[in-house]
């Protein structure tokens, strides 16, 4: 009973690592050990991901040609294409002209997800984009918990790591994310590795666990910028208590080394980042930062309320209390069976220093993930009321805090702390299991564990539209009828999706494009006008506007200005210039067709609700088109530059 109480280490997250069992002597037993180890190790992920599939069903059958119909789906398989094209081509994967064309934009700040691009371009160029992107997510939730499990372990009992794993992993915030924001799902995957490479460092420090750290930030860098801020937080928060007791330079310089090592493994993102904000490209207008500050945060109710997945259980009664809070884009919190196991485990082990410091973290997330305007149920509270750029902000938040310190301004999204908050919320309700299972009175304690284990699952995981929240549709990864006559055009003309827009990030310009947008463009290989970018540079917005085609096809969308025919004139010599080739109407809107067949396109076919103009100019324009948009797009300032350039 006593070491079921101790299952945390002793001497916070520096703790000693639990028992191993017996070496075996000599070379051939610890082979034979480490064949057992790895067998053991391959099982269980096997089974984490099994159950990963089985908790998100049907995600997995979108492996047969669908996807989630929302434009970060059409950016993310757009982003494996364009890696895959860069790494087999050499190129530079943080700028293109293939998106906002001619103009181009930087992806230093975007959702590109280099690292994962990189690791699966194989797959990419063999199957497509779109398997890529389905792959990952599908095994996302499994990955998720076989790192946590392995930070788990060196805490916890196997049995207990193994809970705390599918706690944190099948989770069904995270399990949300694998199914329609696979870049932040990926990135918290890194928060565990991050976690347990940093007290391996503690406990035994040297050089080679230095670099295993520093590499591990770097390859969270590579995958999510603002992962990489959380995976750098817990890193330091566990590393803190060894440099506290008897600070060395010995021990200094092992953390240099890591950063060293995250610096120069990433240095690609981090040249590219350097260059962009250099530029002006990861500026947003103060006043839009702040109001997105403001609208970023979870309220209290949906951190601890029933998960919303219950609604597919016929238990909506429940579910509805997750929306008794405010509106919310995303799906995040930790459930309340989940809540409870980890409250239980701070009871059971309070008087180890390493459940408090847990305690502590999961409540310092929670209190981030407030954002700065703190919701309770159904209102919200200002306290310390302070106007902040125009918005009204709480100074009592530590959310107000953390984005004022140099560097964190971009971390607009306060919900995103929930995912670090999982991490000691995952340990602690594992040290509940061990806790129970080594009850001096088995029967009732394996009883209440059962219950406990049957409540998690049936909060677990994702199914895709619950009763209650938003409904996301799927769309085909495919749609050669429309697209193919484009596909066969080899003239790299460029193509238009109206609604025409530049969204994604802050701010936007033009009308929401369709999700299918940037999923064709993958398969017609044409540089599209649209572009969905998680952080839009202004000169991308200017050069667009600056177009007299595309400011004249926004206004026909709805734009306040009228169109005279000087501006008819110019927007109809500008599409020449810059070689549009091809128009996809999804809206059927009569000012937008008359705009079209007046700077010099034609109906060429309809397939279902979209329309397909092409350009009435002569076919032999379009190769000095190319070279026109290739000039218009050299005469650019700096914004061009080495890693910001072509």
């Not at 992920?45 to 979108?62: D, F, I, K, M, Q």
């Not at 953390?255 to 993102?269: F, I, M, N, T």
């Not at 049957?454 to 769309?475: D, K, V, Y």
Request: hydrophobic fraction near 50%; charge should be positive; aromatic fraction near 8%.
């Amino acid at each position: 009973m006593e070491r079921s109480a101790s299952t945390l280490a002793s001497s916070g997250l520096t703790g000693e690592p639990q028992a191993g069992g017996t070496q075996p002597a000599g070379v051939w037993g610890r082979s034979v050990l480490h064949r057992s180890t790895l067998a053991r190790h391959a099982l269980l992920l096997a089974c984490y991901l099994t159950a990963g599939v089985a908790l998100t069903w049907p995600r997995a059958l979108y492996l047969a040609g669908r996807l989630p119909a929302t434009r970060d789906s059409g950016g993310y398989v757009w982003g494996f294409w364009w890696v895959a094209q860069q790494v087999s081509h050499a190129g530079n994967p943080w700028f293109t002209t293939d998106l906002a064309a001619p103009v181009g934009a930087q992806l230093a700040y975007h959702t590109l997800m280099p690292l994962p691009g990189l690791l699966m371009t194989p797959v990419t160029l063999v199957f497509g984009p779109s398997a890529t992107y389905n792959l990952l997510s599908i095994a996302c939730p499994g990955l998720l918990c076989y790192a946590m499990y392995r930070a788990a372990r060196l805490w916890l009992p196997t049995v207990d790591a193994i809970a705390a794993g599918a706690f944190f992993g099948l989770s069904y915030s995270l399990a949300w994310r694998s199914w329609y924001e696979v870049n932040l799902a990926l990135g918290a995957v890194f928060l565990p590795m991050a976690l347990e490479a940093a007290v391996r460092l503690s406990r035994r420090p040297g050089p080679r666990r230095a670099v295993v750290l520093g590499v591990v930030v770097a390859a969270a860098l590579l995958t999510d910028q603002e992962s990489a801020v959380l995976a750098v937080v817990l890193a330091g928060l566990a590393l803190l208590p060894w440099l506290w007791r008897q600070p060395t330079a010995a021990k200094l310089g092992l953390v240099l080394l890591a950063g060293a090592v995250a610096v120069v493994a990433a240095s690609p993102q981090i040249i590219a980042m350097a260059g962009q904000s250099a530029t002006g490209g990861a500026s947003i207008p103060r006043y839009d930062l702040t109001q997105s500050y403001v609208g970023s945060g979870s309220s209290l109710v949906q951190l601890f309320a029933p998960s919303p997945r219950l609604a597919g259980y016929g238990l909506g009664g429940l579910a509805s209390f997750y929306y008794k809070g405010r509106a919310a884009m995303v799906v995040t919190g930790y459930g309340t069976t989940l809540t409870l196991a980890a409250l239980a485990g701070l009871a059971v082990a309070w008087r180890r220093r390493a459940a408090r410091l847990l305690g502590m973290l999961w409540l310092g997330c929670s209190l981030l993930a407030l954002g700065p305007v703190p919701w309770i149920y159904t209102g919200h509270s200002t306290p310390l009321a302070a106007r902040w750029h125009n918005a009204l902000v709480s100074m009592a938040m530590p959310y107000t805090w953390f984005v004022r310190i140099p560097g964190l301004a971009n971390f607009r999204e306060a919900d995103r702390f929930t995912a670090l908050g999982l991490v000691p919320a995952a340990l602690l309700a594992g040290a509940m299991v061990g806790w129970l299972r080594t009850r001096a009175k088995p029967t009732a304690a394996r009883g209440v564990l059962a219950v406990l284990l049957a409540l998690a699952a049936l909060e677990a995981g994702w199914s895709g539209n619950p009763a209650g929240h938003r409904p996301i549709g799927a769309m085909p990864t495919a749609m050669p009828r429309l697209d193919g006559p484009i596909a066969a055009d080899h003239s790299g003309s460029i193509v238009v999706d109206v609604p025409f827009g530049i969204r994604g990030g802050l701010p936007v310009t033009g009308g929401a494009f369709p999700p299918e947008t940037m999923v064709l463009a993958t398969a017609d290989g044409h540089p599209l006008a649209d572009a969905f970018v998680s952080r839009i540079p202004r000169q991308t917005l200017d050069g667009i506007r600056r177009q007299p085609f595309y400011a004249a096809l926004m206004n026909a969308q709805g734009g306040p200005d009228r169109t005279s025919n000087a501006t008819i004139q110019a927007a109809r010599r500008n599409a020449q210039a810059i070689d549009i080739g091809w128009v996809l109407d999804w809206t059927d809107n009569h000012a937008v067709s008359r705009l079209l067949q007046r700077t010099g396109f034609t109906p060429a076919y309809r397939v279902g609700r979209v329309t397909v103009y092409r350009s009435t100019a002569p076919a032999a324009h379009h190769s000095s088109g190319v070279d026109s948009r290739r000039a218009l797009t050299q005469q650019r300032p700096r914004f061009s530059g080495t890693l910001d350039g072509p």
